[in-house]
């Protein structure tokens, strides 16, 4: 097993099939048999290793197997520049118009960011009220700059259990500079790059989008409780 901390260090654990665990997820018990996402895998590890995690520690990405897949020093944080709005590609967006309603209606407030880098514009609209700094909703784009199309493109609500993220938190504020929350870059060796952390989650999935059509994305740190 291969966990990624802080896109830093690596810590490799040798596990046994004695003191693993498996149970269905409490989402889809009913709905079983499951596919893969159904179930909830486990296994001990001796805290003596585990030193300095916290309990709900969310920094790490783990993989079972026998080689490690992760590149190291190829992700980099998202530092968004403000733009203007009628700068968001929504010309370029592959979503149907029903997808593009932000579920909010009283979130007309609008904000816009870019990121840029040599393959990729990366923009992200926010929707807020006008009395309040809460974000309801935020559209994704990203645009391949030789293509000068969408390649990834995504929707985030704020709802029961998801709260939309911030921009530029651990770059703004010096005093938390592990709390940087958007990355890009190449995290997995032999797969094309990756982008995530676009809101926080409670409880489910969140997920790792590779920025790439053909490639599905990748659940993580999923939670039950």
Same mark, same amino acid.
């Given at each position: 097993m291969f966990t990624i901390i802080q896109q830093t260090y690596y810590i490799l654990f040798l596990l046994k099939t004695k003191g693993s665990r498996l149970?269905?997820?409490?989402?889809?018990?009913?709905?079983?048999?499951?596919?893969?996402?159904?179930?909830?895998i486990g296994f001990e590890i001796n805290?003596?290793?585990?030193n300095g995690l916290e309990r709900d520690f969310t920094e790490a990405?783990?993989?079972?197997?026998?080689?490690?897949?992760?590149?190291?020093?190829?992700?980099?944080?998202? +530092?968004?520049?403000?733009?203007?709005?009628?700068k968001f590609p929504i010309g370029?967006?592959?979503?149907?118009?029903?997808?593009?309603?932000?579920?909010?209606?009283s979130a007309i407030k609008e904000q816009t960011?870019?990121?840029?880098?040599?393959?990729?514009?990366?923009?992200i609209k926010d929707y807020t009220e006008p009395n309040d700094r809460?974000?309801?909703?935020?559209?994704?784009? +990203?645009?391949?700059?030789?293509?000068?199309?969408? +390649?990834?493109?995504?929707?985030?609500?704020?709802?029961?259990?998801?709260v939309i993220a911030s921009l530029n938190f651990g770059i703004n504020y010096l005093e938390v500079p592990n709390s940087k929350e958007?990355?890009?870059?190449?995290?997995?060796?032999?797969?094309?790059? +990756?982008?995530?952390r676009f809101a926080w989650y409670s409880f489910s999935c969140p997920?790792?989008?590779?920025?790439?059509?053909?490639?599905?994305y990748v659940g993580i740190n999923c939670r039950i409780n």
């Open positions: 149970s269905t997820s409490l989402y889809n018990y009913r709905n079983c048999p499951c596919g893969q996402s159904g179930y909830l805290e003596h290793y585990l990405l783990v993989f079972i197997g026998k080689e490690n897949p992760f590149t190291q020093g190829q992700m980099k944080p998202i +530092v968004w520049q403000k733009i203007k709005t009628k370029k967006s592959n979503l149907s118009e029903k997808e593009k309603q932000y579920k909010h209606k960011y870019l990121y840029e880098t040599n393959t990729y514009q990366i923009f809460q974000i309801q909703d935020r559209h994704l784009i +990203v645009i391949d700059k030789k293509k000068d199309s969408a +390649v990834l493109e995504r929707m985030f609500n704020e709802r029961e259990g998801t958007q990355w890009i870059g190449k995290l997995f060796k032999d797969k094309p790059e +990756v982008i995530f997920h790792i989008d590779f920025v790439n059509p053909q490639d599905k």
